[in-house]
């Protein structure tokens, strides 16, 4: 195989997935995720498959277009995480019963009282979320 070979090959590669810029908008980002979600789908147990090497790059591109568009905010604890999922989902303390009463979950807001590993679970699972963002 030539060179020209590998490029008309990168040339429908590209026209498919937009690999040669940045992330133009959310549909081109919807259309990647779903080309790494079918990549999983297909080959997920084949880990050395080659076209992982192509979901790498793909990767790549997701995230730094997540990064710039939809960064995940600057929280440096559980509480802190918590505080931003309430708020961008429109909650007040009583509408996380998975915590506990509404004095429970002012505690753990103010950083009083910790999470336990059920309200991780529970609050990961809601939120669609890993527990790790929970972490202290």
Not at 50 to 70: K, Q, S, T, W
Request: net charge negative; with cysteine.
């Amino acid at each position: 195989m030539n060179v020209m070979d590998v490029v008309k090959l990168w040339e429908s590669v590209n026209a498919a997935l937009g690999l040669t810029g940045p992330v133009r908008d959310e549909a081109h980002y919807e259309a990647l995720l779903a080309f790494v979600a079918e990549c999983f789908d297909r080959f997920g147990g084949q880990e050395s498959h080659p076209i992982f090497a192509l979901v790498a790059l793909v990767g790549d591109h997701i995230r730094e277009y997540e990064d710039r568009v939809h960064p995940w905010p600057d929280t440096t604890t559980p509480a802190s995480m918590l505080s931003y999922l309430m708020e961008e989902h429109g909650l007040k303390q009583a509408d996380l019963p998975e915590v506990g009463p509404q004095s429970v979950v002012s505690e753990v807001l103010s950083g009083k009282r910790a999470l336990n590993l059920r309200q991780v679970k529970t609050l990961a699972t809601r939120f669609h979320v890993p527990m790790e963002v929970f972490a202290a």
